[in-house]
């Protein structure tokens, strides 16, 4: 369904993130139940830990060539992580109406 959507929606979204978002509102909306999903998430994100060993095995054979400039990419990324965390908390805040003002 999300690479249907991607095909005929005018938007620069792939196909993944439309059914990400299809099936996220089919169960919010309880037109799916989350029993019928539940197990196959289960899955997934037990395996979850298995999708970082390529990226970690690519930063491990490039550290030689990162070595000098690695403090800098971990203080990058800790940055780019807490900014994440801030905006998500934020734009959380406002979708559910929390913020005071």
Same mark, same amino acid.
């Given at each position: 369904?999300?690479? %249907?959507?991607?095909? *005929?929606?005018?938007?620069?979204?792939?196909?993944?993130?439309?059914?990400?978002?299809? /099936? $996220?509102? @089919?169960? +919010? =909306?309880?037109?799916?139940?989350?029993?019928? &999903?539940?197990?196959?998430?289960? $899955?997934?994100?037990?395996?979850?830990? /298995? *999708?970082? %060993? +390529?990226?970690?095995?690519? &930063? %491990?054979? %490039?550290?030689? =060539?990162?070595?000098?400039?690695?403090?800098? /990419?971990?203080?990058?990324?800790?940055?780019?992580?807490? +900014? =994440?965390?801030? +905006?998500?908390?934020?734009? @959380?805040?406002?979708?559910?109406?929390?913020?005071?003002?």
């Amino acid at each position: 369904m999300g690479e %249907i959507m991607a095909a *005929f929606v005018p938007l620069p979204i792939a196909g993944p993130i439309w059914g990400l978002v299809l /099936l $996220f509102t @089919a169960l +919010a =909306s309880g037109i799916v139940p989350l029993k019928w &999903v539940e197990n196959a998430a289960d $899955f997934v994100l037990g395996l979850l830990g /298995l *999708f970082f %060993i +390529a990226p970690a095995v690519g &930063v %491990i054979e %490039i550290f030689d =060539s990162i070595r000098p400039i690695w403090p800098l /990419l971990a203080l990058v990324l800790v940055l780019t992580y807490l +900014a =994440s965390m801030l +905006a998500t908390g934020y734009v @959380a805040d406002a979708l559910l109406g929390r913020r005071k003002k």
